[in-house]
């Protein structure tokens, strides 16, 4: 590729790899070649190689800069004081993600699953689990906090919120608006558990309430 002036154009790591992400994006993992890839980076089969190492390492490279670049929703979320805080930013921020205007519809993650190559699917795989292990951990702080109730299962709802928002995922690529897809985040909040009732404090009686009577 040629700059203005007829100079080779710079090779531009950073801006290779983002066209790499959103070419895996909007293809999946089976789907984008070689020639769709290099067409994409602007750059030679044999320079890709040269710095990513091929196309499976070239996914695990784009998947890491997807998931810094595109999922700080996550962070939020998990920043967030209750459980049930936790739970809406995560869902909200994930509809919202997933129907980001300028980016493609959907989620990579959920994009490049249907594929053949064991190396990405488990990548993926991992990704998927981190999230959940972490909302889980989250979760089972809620618990002990007292902001949900003691009988609540974390991996379970840690399990729900990454259903939820895998769904999220293939219906915003299927063309659900992004206000839809938060109606579905609202409604789940629906049965989201609410914090155990605090327990009444019992004022101590007077001593003269003890059956004593004046005169």
């Known amino acids: 590729m040629m700059a203005p002036g007829g100079r080779p154009r710079a090779f531009e790591p950073e801006a290779a790899l983002d066209a790499?992400?959103?070419t895996f994006w909007r293809h999946g993992y089976d789907a984008a070649g070689m020639a769709e890839l290099t067409g994409a980076m602007g750059i030679s089969r044999p320079a890709l190689y040269r710095a990513f190492g091929g196309k499976a390492q070239l996914f695990s490279a784009a998947l890491e800069r997807y998931i810094a670049r595109n999922m700080e929703y996550v962070e939020a979320a998990l920043a967030k004081?209750?459980?049930?805080?936790v739970a809406e930013s995560f869902l909200v921020g994930n509809a919202e993600a997933v129907t980001t205007p300028g980016r493609p519809p959907g989620c990579l993650s959920v994009q490049a699953m249907v594929t053949d190559e064991a190396d990405a699917f488990s990548l993926l795989a991992k990704n998927r689990l981190a999230i959940?292990?972490?909302?889980?951990?989250?979760?089972?702080r809620a618990i002990r906090d007292g902001d949900l109730p003691s009988d609540e299962n974390a991996e379970e709802l840690s399990r729900f919120m990454i259903t939820l928002t895998t769904g999220f995922a293939i219906r915003a690529a299927d063309g659900e608006p992004r206000q839809a897809l938060i109606a579905l985040a609202r409604r789940a909040l629906a049965v989201f558990p609410e914090p155990e009732p605090a327990t009444p404090t019992q004022t101590p009686s007077h001593p003269n309430s003890k059956g004593m009577t004046h005169d």
Do not use: D, H
């Not at 004081?81 to 805080?85: A, D, F, L, S, V």
């Not at 292990?133 to 089972?140: G, M, Q």
């Open 20 to 22: 790499a992400v959103e």
């Open 132 to 140: 959940q292990e972490r909302l889980s951990a989250r979760f089972r």
């Open 81 to 85: 004081p209750t459980g049930r805080e």
